[in-house]
């Protein structure tokens, strides 16, 4: 069994929801036609109309399986060898008659300003100006078992060894769908907004630095996790079809040594909500349920429970880390469909309202009224310290050799600072970035870090969703939460902050945390007043928003795609079989198998990445009738790519847990390149009988 979260239990938990429906459309009408609208309406009761309307669509957005980089760790080892399961992109798109909001999330490491502006410009081809960068989010899950070179932006695409088109393509390609889907989709729906808390998920990985934060702040979360778990479910004619979750964990259960491509926990609670639901991912044009879990503010959550990697709930190892992803990603499914929760119906008030703004955060004068002392200060261009790169020592990652880098609760950096004495450093930048080690000044070198980031704040109803490209601590989501409440006039559990949206900027710590200089505090890169610059910003967005009052939107700082050269690991020149056997031919592994146990077959392949096989599989597991019992997404199975050379081997495992006695087919589906860099599909199939 892939999870104890059964169709049975799916449509139970949604019985139970204590919630009342916040609005509904009044009149059933036809799906509405595509709104091109604006984001800034002057008229703040613009929202009374028939009724809320959504679309949902889901598609696959899984890069390259084999050689791949992965984003999240900074590990140049960890790079892609096969597939766990595979990663997709979730839409919803919210109308209300007279505007229009497009939310995506998407399994993978990070969000990067690259992908959502190719997404942008793909559906201005197809919509016009119907979704622009004032109405649509994209965030990330913050998986770290997911493909990188997206960015860019050389910092981030370095570690990857280059820019990955075929990855970019496989994520763009994937949203731009997700999106179709849901704008075809849309039609008159029933919101409800509920929150609870769920408990055993994460645990604070920098204490050190969340306890030098005001007790006022401290007494919200007195153990540093914010446990609570916002759902806003869509029904229609009282049938649920879909809901976005929001819980602060880093999706980094697995870690830096699995090379596998995975959702992690979230990616997890997404596909097993859906798949109870009755979603064949095989067949995602047709899903009758699309289930987001989006991330928070998880900055210092982390959910290795004894602080130290592979400590999660499942325990250390491939199979431990494996199990603490079901055990954490369960523990947020039922968090979303509220069973064991105390739920809250949160206020209520109808239509759909947003405000949105560029800002260059390497030169925000920041007003006396966000800073600690109540003096005037500013941010600077990006800065990342030496406990950035020691990165965060709770999980792994980071630099893999002695430098003596270190994260300030393990002594700091001690070299590091007496470089920046001797450095002929501004007295100005000095003051900006005290007391931070000084070590990557990104922010002076052309195109190497994001420094003009989107910040929006937008109400569906009765929530109040703000979004950023960053990381936020916990601490500091709390704080940006009460700016927007307050500016609102309303209640801060109405308010959700989420990072990891339509660009990166690493982390936002409060001013208190930063000084502890903490992996979080060192890759705070803007600055000791970074959080104030974003209260400051967001206060402002919201304060428009609730008056009614158009702002200035701007404009992205550029759009740096295709400037980083390709990665050479990249390129797939040939592909051979060895000497004597063919493309699809079976090594070995068929025959026997006692039920209960795992079967590997190994099958002459070839690279992965000539065909990602969106929308399909790598694999397919078949009962003696041709029904498809697994495939790549199916977590019984584990796709893994050996290439030596021009050489491929494919290791199919299957785990027969469950799986009645009996005849079976594991079939690999691939293409070869010859050396006329012709593309070529070929079929394996092994026959393994379950006794």
Known sequence: MMTDFSRRTFFAGIAALGGTVLWSSVQPTSVPRAVAGTAHRDSPDSSEGPGMSVGRGIADATGEPLGAGMDGYAVQEQTTVGIRQRLYSRAFIFDDGAQRFCHVTVDTPLMFQSVFLEVLRRLRETYGDTYRSDNVVVSATHTHVGPGGRSGHAMVDLVSLGFRPVTFEAQVSGVV?????????????????????????????????????????????????????VTLHVARDGSPVGLINWYSVHAISFSHKIRHISGDNKGFAAYSYESAAGVDHRNLAAASFVAAFAQGTP?????????????????????????SVEILGQRQVDGARGSGTEINTLAARPGLDGRTCWTDMDAVEVDGRWTPDGMRGRTGPAVLGAAFAASSQEDGGGLDVDLGINEGERGGSPWVGQLNALAPIPEDVRRIHAPKDMLLPMGYIDGMIQQRHLFGVWRIGGLVLVYLGFEPTVTSGLRIRRTVAEAMDVPSDNVVVQGYSCGYGHYITTPEEYGQQDYEGGATAFGRLELPAVQQTVHALATALAGGVAIDHGAPAGDLTGRIPASPAAISVLDTPPVGRRFGDVLSGDGEVTAG????????????????????????????DGAVVAHDSSWSTLLTFDRAFTETTVTVEWDTTGAEPGDYRIVLRGAGKDIHGTVRPFTGTASVRVV
């Open 177 to 229: 769908r997700s999106i179709q889907r849901a704008h075809d989709d849309v039609a008159p729906a029933e919101l409800t907004l509920v929150s609870g808390e769920i408990d055993g998920v994460g645990q604070n990985r920098s204490r050190q630095a969340f306890d030098r934060n005001p007790a006022a702040d401290k007494a919200e979360n007195p153990e540093g996790v914010d446990r609570t778990s």
């Open 299 to 323: 900055g210092d959550v982390t959910p290795n429970h004894g602080l130290v990697p592979e400590s999660g709930p499942g325990g250390p190892g491939a199979e431990g880390q494996k199990r």
């Open 597 to 624: 146990q795992a079967v590997a077959v190994r099958f002459v392949g070839a690279n992965p990445n000539n065909d990602l096989r969106l929308e399909d599989s790598y694999l397919l597991v078949e009962s003696a």
